[in-house]
Protein backbone atom coordinates (compact mmCIF):
# COMPACT_ATOMS: atom_id res chain seq x y z
CA UNK A 1 0.00 0.00 0.00
CA UNK A 2 1.73 3.18 -0.89
CA UNK A 3 -0.01 6.25 0.94
CA UNK A 4 -3.57 5.02 2.41
CA UNK A 5 -4.43 7.68 4.56
CA UNK A 6 -3.50 7.13 8.05
CA UNK A 7 -6.66 6.78 9.51
CA UNK A 8 -7.62 4.32 7.00
CA UNK A 9 -7.98 1.43 9.55
CA UNK A 10 -4.30 1.54 10.01
CA UNK A 11 -1.47 4.31 10.12
CA UNK A 12 1.64 4.94 7.60
CA UNK A 13 4.62 3.29 9.75
CA UNK A 14 7.92 5.16 10.19
CA UNK A 15 10.62 5.25 7.53
CA UNK A 16 13.44 3.14 8.20
CA UNK A 17 15.69 4.72 9.75
CA UNK A 18 19.43 5.19 8.77
CA UNK A 19 20.74 3.10 5.20
CA UNK A 20 21.44 5.18 2.16
CA UNK A 21 18.57 3.33 0.18
CA UNK A 22 15.91 4.91 2.97
CA UNK A 23 17.46 8.12 2.63
CA UNK A 24 17.94 7.76 -1.38
CA UNK A 25 14.21 6.72 -1.29
CA UNK A 26 13.41 9.71 1.36
CA UNK A 27 15.00 12.13 -1.04
CA UNK A 28 13.85 10.69 -4.37
CA UNK A 29 9.92 9.85 -3.51
CA UNK A 30 8.40 10.28 -6.82
CA UNK A 31 5.61 8.75 -8.80
CA UNK A 32 7.78 6.29 -10.24
CA UNK A 33 8.87 4.43 -7.28
CA UNK A 34 8.80 0.41 -7.00
CA UNK A 35 5.95 0.27 -4.50
CA UNK A 36 3.84 2.48 -7.19
CA UNK A 37 4.93 0.35 -10.04
CA UNK A 38 3.71 -2.65 -7.87
CA UNK A 39 0.30 -1.04 -7.39
CA UNK A 40 0.23 -0.01 -10.99
CA UNK A 41 0.85 -3.56 -11.58
CA UNK A 42 -1.87 -4.71 -9.69
CA UNK A 43 -4.57 -2.58 -11.62
CA UNK A 44 -3.47 -3.80 -14.18
CA UNK A 45 -4.39 -7.54 -12.69
CA UNK A 46 -7.67 -6.67 -12.49
CA UNK A 47 -9.09 -7.06 -15.66
CA UNK A 48 -6.62 -10.29 -16.56
CA UNK A 49 -7.98 -11.80 -13.53
CA UNK A 50 -12.10 -11.07 -14.33
CA UNK A 51 -11.30 -12.38 -18.28
CA UNK A 52 -8.92 -15.26 -16.69
CA UNK A 53 -11.87 -16.58 -14.62
CA UNK A 54 -15.10 -15.72 -17.76
CA UNK A 55 -13.04 -17.71 -19.71
CA UNK A 56 -15.22 -20.61 -21.60
CA UNK A 57 -18.20 -19.38 -19.63
CA UNK A 58 -16.24 -19.46 -16.20
CA UNK A 59 -16.46 -22.84 -15.69
CA UNK A 60 -13.20 -24.55 -16.96
CA UNK A 61 -10.99 -25.44 -13.64
CA UNK A 62 -7.77 -24.57 -16.29
CA UNK A 63 -8.59 -21.17 -16.64
CA UNK A 64 -9.82 -21.04 -12.76
CA UNK A 65 -6.24 -21.65 -11.98
CA UNK A 66 -4.81 -19.10 -14.35
CA UNK A 67 -7.42 -16.72 -12.84
CA UNK A 68 -6.33 -17.89 -9.35
CA UNK A 69 -3.19 -17.27 -9.93
CA UNK A 70 -3.51 -13.73 -11.11
CA UNK A 71 -5.95 -12.61 -8.09
CA UNK A 72 -2.64 -14.24 -5.20
CA UNK A 73 0.03 -12.53 -7.40
CA UNK A 74 -2.22 -9.18 -6.81
CA UNK A 75 -2.86 -10.16 -3.11
CA UNK A 76 1.29 -10.61 -2.76
CA UNK A 77 1.89 -7.22 -4.42
CA UNK A 78 -0.45 -5.41 -1.77
CA UNK A 79 1.83 -6.99 0.96
CA UNK A 80 5.00 -6.19 -0.32
CA UNK A 81 4.06 -2.48 -1.86
CA UNK A 82 2.90 -1.63 1.61
CA UNK A 83 5.97 -2.93 3.50
CA UNK A 84 8.38 -0.86 0.56
CA UNK A 85 6.54 2.30 1.69
CA UNK A 86 6.20 1.87 4.72
CA UNK A 87 10.00 1.11 4.91
CA UNK A 88 11.41 3.78 2.71
CA UNK A 89 8.73 6.63 3.25
CA UNK A 90 7.91 6.15 -0.86
CA UNK A 91 4.62 7.75 -0.14
CA UNK A 92 3.02 9.77 -2.92
CA UNK A 93 -0.11 11.54 -3.64
CA UNK A 94 -0.93 8.93 -6.88
CA UNK A 95 -0.33 6.32 -4.32
CA UNK A 96 -2.78 7.51 -1.68
CA UNK A 97 -5.44 7.89 -4.39
CA UNK A 98 -4.06 4.38 -6.42
CA UNK A 99 -3.50 1.88 -3.58
CA UNK A 100 -7.25 2.07 -2.10
CA UNK A 101 -8.96 2.02 -5.57
CA UNK A 102 -6.73 -1.17 -6.25
CA UNK A 103 -7.34 -2.65 -2.93
CA UNK A 104 -10.60 -2.61 -3.21
CA UNK A 105 -10.57 -3.35 -7.48
CA UNK A 106 -9.50 -6.95 -7.33
CA UNK A 107 -11.84 -7.77 -4.22
CA UNK A 108 -14.68 -6.35 -6.08
CA UNK A 109 -13.79 -8.05 -9.02
CA UNK A 110 -13.93 -11.54 -7.52
CA UNK A 111 -16.88 -10.91 -5.27
CA UNK A 112 -18.97 -9.50 -8.58
CA UNK A 113 -17.83 -12.49 -10.92
CA UNK A 114 -18.04 -15.53 -8.73
CA UNK A 115 -21.75 -13.94 -7.72
CA UNK A 116 -22.12 -13.47 -11.41
CA UNK A 117 -21.34 -17.10 -12.30
CA UNK A 118 -23.95 -18.71 -9.24
CA UNK A 119 -20.80 -19.33 -7.73
CA UNK A 120 -21.43 -16.93 -4.11
CA UNK A 121 -24.52 -15.53 -3.01
CA UNK A 122 -25.37 -12.20 -4.37
CA UNK A 123 -25.71 -10.95 -0.57
CA UNK A 124 -22.37 -11.95 0.33
CA UNK A 125 -21.38 -9.61 -2.13
CA UNK A 126 -23.44 -6.72 -1.16
CA UNK A 127 -22.65 -7.36 2.30
CA UNK A 128 -18.57 -6.92 1.62
CA UNK A 129 -18.82 -4.11 -0.43
CA UNK A 130 -21.25 -2.15 1.06
CA UNK A 131 -18.61 -2.27 4.01
CA UNK A 132 -15.67 -1.47 2.28
CA UNK A 133 -17.19 1.72 0.50
CA UNK A 134 -18.84 2.80 3.84
CA UNK A 135 -15.67 2.36 5.63
CA UNK A 136 -13.73 4.01 2.51
CA UNK A 137 -16.43 7.04 2.69
CA UNK A 138 -16.16 7.58 6.61
CA UNK A 139 -12.41 7.58 6.75
CA UNK A 140 -12.09 11.20 4.04
CA UNK A 141 -15.08 12.04 7.51
CA UNK A 142 -12.76 10.93 10.19
CA UNK A 143 -8.95 12.03 8.59
CA UNK A 144 -9.52 15.41 10.42
CA UNK A 145 -10.21 14.58 13.91
CA UNK A 146 -7.16 11.95 14.02
CA UNK A 147 -5.59 8.61 13.52
CA UNK A 148 -7.10 5.30 14.04
CA UNK A 149 -4.90 2.31 14.29
CA UNK A 150 -4.44 -0.41 12.61
CA UNK A 151 -6.31 -3.10 14.60
CA UNK A 152 -6.21 -6.64 14.52
CA UNK A 153 -9.41 -7.62 13.49
CA UNK A 154 -8.59 -5.44 10.24
CA UNK A 155 -5.70 -7.76 9.52
CA UNK A 156 -7.40 -10.59 9.68
CA UNK A 157 -10.56 -9.67 7.98
CA UNK A 158 -8.15 -8.73 4.85
CA UNK A 159 -6.75 -12.26 4.96
CA UNK A 160 -9.95 -14.06 5.70
CA UNK A 161 -11.20 -11.89 2.11
CA UNK A 162 -8.62 -12.79 0.25
CA UNK A 163 -8.46 -16.93 1.26
CA UNK A 164 -11.93 -17.05 0.76
CA UNK A 165 -12.14 -15.65 -2.74
CA UNK A 166 -9.56 -17.29 -3.82
CA UNK A 167 -10.85 -20.56 -2.87
CA UNK A 168 -14.32 -19.58 -4.34
CA UNK A 169 -11.75 -18.54 -7.40
CA UNK A 170 -10.62 -22.23 -7.82
CA UNK A 171 -12.83 -25.16 -9.26
CA UNK A 172 -12.81 -27.39 -5.56
CA UNK A 173 -15.06 -29.93 -4.72
CA UNK A 174 -15.66 -32.37 -1.71
CA UNK A 175 -14.39 -31.28 1.65
CA UNK A 176 -12.56 -28.42 0.14
CA UNK A 177 -15.93 -26.68 -1.64
CA UNK A 178 -16.96 -27.40 2.22
CA UNK A 179 -14.19 -25.53 3.93
CA UNK A 180 -14.51 -22.72 1.45
CA UNK A 181 -18.12 -22.05 2.72
CA UNK A 182 -16.99 -21.74 6.30
CA UNK A 183 -14.27 -19.49 5.57
CA UNK A 184 -16.46 -17.43 3.66
CA UNK A 185 -18.83 -17.20 6.44
CA UNK A 186 -15.87 -16.13 8.97
CA UNK A 187 -14.98 -13.64 6.13
CA UNK A 188 -18.02 -12.24 6.23
CA UNK A 189 -18.47 -11.71 10.12
CA UNK A 190 -15.38 -10.15 10.25
CA UNK A 191 -16.21 -8.02 7.58
CA UNK A 192 -19.14 -7.30 9.77
CA UNK A 193 -17.66 -6.83 12.99
CA UNK A 194 -14.40 -4.64 12.11
CA UNK A 195 -16.54 -2.73 10.42
CA UNK A 196 -18.84 -1.99 13.53
CA UNK A 197 -15.94 -1.53 15.57
CA UNK A 198 -14.60 1.20 12.99
CA UNK A 199 -17.64 3.39 13.02
CA UNK A 200 -17.40 3.36 16.74
CA UNK A 201 -13.84 4.29 17.26
CA UNK A 202 -14.75 6.92 14.77
CA UNK A 203 -17.68 8.10 16.43
CA UNK A 204 -15.80 8.33 19.76
CA UNK A 205 -12.96 9.73 17.94
CA UNK A 206 -14.72 12.37 16.65
CA UNK A 207 -16.65 12.87 19.95
CA UNK A 208 -13.45 13.91 21.64
CA UNK A 209 -11.81 15.45 19.28
CA UNK A 210 -14.75 18.57 19.73
CA UNK A 211 -15.05 18.12 23.32
CA UNK A 212 -11.45 19.31 23.17
CA UNK A 213 -11.66 22.06 20.86
CA UNK A 214 -14.57 23.39 23.20
CA UNK A 215 -12.50 23.28 26.08
CA UNK A 216 -9.81 25.09 24.37
CA UNK A 217 -12.13 27.82 22.92
CA UNK A 218 -13.66 28.31 26.88
CA UNK A 219 -9.90 28.94 27.70
CA UNK A 220 -9.30 31.07 25.34
CA UNK A 221 -12.12 33.24 26.34
Known amino acids: MTGVPASAEGGQGRPAPGGKLGAAAVNQASNWNIANILTMMRLVLVPAFVMLLLQDGGYDPAWRAWAWAAFAVAMITDVFDGHLARTYNL ?107 YVRQAIVLRRRRLAAERDGAERTS
Open 91 to 197: VTDFGKIADPIADKAIMAAGLISLSALGDLPWWVTGVILFRELGITLMRFWVIRHGVIPASRGGKMKTLAQGTAVGMYVLALTGPLATLRFWVMGVAVLLTVLTGLD
